[in-house]
């Protein structure tokens, strides 16, 4: 396995500051070119998206294609294809990656952190030891692989 020192974190939250930029979410939810937008799987309502800006290696978001901010705008039709792509894409992890245990959790709003206001649930793979010192103090991460090799090995095991 090759190491990265990847300073991505910083990236993602200086890019976040701009103000004029098209939602990312709209973005890879409208286009075409899904390797490119690092869209893993598409459904009637939702879709599901590779976190550009990992926080560990699988991690996944899963966003309905409306632009909505908050979970009570979502039809019952969107609410379950997410729940769905949740529970799918949680298996997949555990058969690529085989973490130890995973985050499932939304951001809603700049003060929570939310990098984009298209919701989004994020699926964190985690290991016991994976929250070290450089990523607390650092903003950064140590991802044992590039994001084009992560958005490989899912594709491939989403077609099995
Ligand atoms: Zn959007």
């Not at 039809?75 to 949740?86: A, N, S, W």
């Not at 990656?97 to 995973?102: A, D, H, I, V």
């Not at 990523?135 to 989403?158: C, F, Q, W």
Request: charged content about 25%; hydrophobic content about 40%; glycine content about 6%.
């Amino acid at each position: 396995m090759k190491n990265l020192f990847a300073p991505w974190r910083k990236t993602y939250i200086q890019n976040a500051k701009k103000q004029d930029r098209e939602c990312f979410i709209c973005v890879a939810a409208n286009g075409n070119d899904d390797a490119k937008n690092l869209v893993l799987l598409r459904g009637e309502h939702a879709f599901v998206i590779l976190n550009r800006y990992p926080y560990n290696a699988g991690h996944v978001m899963v966003c309905p294609k409306r632009h909505v901010k908050f979970p009570y705008e979502l039809t019952e039709d969107e609410q379950k294809e997410i729940m769905f792509f949740l529970g799918k894409m949680v298996q997949v992890l555990e058969s690529v990656y085989k973490p130890q245990g995973f985050n499932i959790g939304v951001n809603i709003g700049n003060a929570a952190g939310a990098g984009e206001e298209h919701l989004h649930f994020h699926i964190v793979s985690r290991w016991f030891g994976d929250t070290n010192f450089m990523s607390v103090v650092g903003e950064t991460r140590v991802i044992p692989e590039t994001i084009e090799d992560t958005y490989r090995k899912i594709k491939e095991a989403l077609s099995k």
